[in-house]
T-cell receptor, first 115, second 114 residues
Framework: AQSVTQPDIHITVSEGASLELRCNYSYGATPYLFWYVQSPGQGLQLLLKYFSGDTLVQGIKGFEAEFKRSQSSFNLRKPSVHWSDAAEYFCAVGPTYSGNTPLVFGKGTRLSVIA | KAGVTQTPRYLIKTRGQQVTLSCSPISGHRSVSWYQQTPGQGLQFLFEYFSETQRNKGNFPGRFSGRQFSNSRSEMNVSTLELGDSALYLC?????????????FGPGTRLTVL
């Protein structure tokens, strides 16, 4: 069965520090992979997605993610966190036939940023 | 350009009732997807419509249904509401223009079942 695991429920980082959010997936074939951010009271916003090609994907707001097939991982990184990055982050997968539609989400990682 | 619009934003119903939620996609977008978000189950995919046809369906009971109209607007219906249906229902739209396309989410409809 398809699944997405985000091992960290809550992470706290200092402003200016680097960030890595982990995501592992289980899928029969290479899926499309997504990272979303959700701020309080707001809908989801797509940060980046991987569908093929270069395994290092650049996204919005200075985020990047690296697809590692051997580890079934798609970790999200940012070199320097800003206070406005505090939010909930979701990793998701979708089969290639679903195009841009993620079908399975992780439980999310809540990011807190301290001064 | 206006974003994805969902109505109503908040809804309170009682068990056994039915409810219809509406989603207006971004102008020109032909694909609409629906998701349920709850504290316990997280985000779950409900269904996806493209050009009035259901393309994908998540693992939800038949009480959950949807449709898409010729103008791409979509509705989802939940019949015989249960307490566990209380959730934030999110709608998303996209052009379906290929791999470089982006899906945009609406603010959601918060459904409370009493």
């Amino acid at each position: 069965a398809q699944s997405v695991t985000q091992p960290d429920i809550h992470i706290t980082v200092s402003e200016g520090a680097s960030l890595e959010l982990r995501c592992n997936y289980s899928y029969g074939a290479t899926p499309y992979l997504f990272w979303y951010v959700q701020s309080p009271g707001q809908g989801l916003q797509l940060l980046l997605k991987y569908f093929s090609g270069d395994t290092l994907v650049q996204g919005i707001k200075g985020f990047e993610a690296e697809f590692k097939r051997s580890q079934s991982s798609f970790n999200l990184r940012k070199p320097s966190v800003h206070w406005s990055d505090a939010a909930e982050y979701f990793c998701a997968v979708g089969p290639t036939y679903s195009g841009n539609t993620p079908l399975v989400f992780g439980k999310g990682t809540r990011l807190s940023v301290i001064a | 350009k206006a974003g994805v619009t969902q109505t109503p934003r908040y809804l309170i119903k009682t068990r056994g009732q039915q409810v219809t939620l509406s989603c207006s996609p971004i102008s020109g977008h032909r694909s609409v997807s629906w998701y349920q978000q709850t504290p316990g189950q997280g985000l779950q995919f409900l269904f996806e419509y493209f050009s009035e046809t259901q393309r994908n369906k998540g693992n939800f009971p038949g009480r959950f249904s949807g449709r898409q109209f010729s103008n791409s607007r979509s509705e989802m219906n939940v019949s015989t509401l249960e307490l566990g249906d209380s959730a934030l229902y999110l709608c998303a739209s996209s052009l379906m223009a290929g791999k470089t396309d982006t899906q945009y989410f609406g603010p959601g409809t918060r459904l409370t079942v009493l």
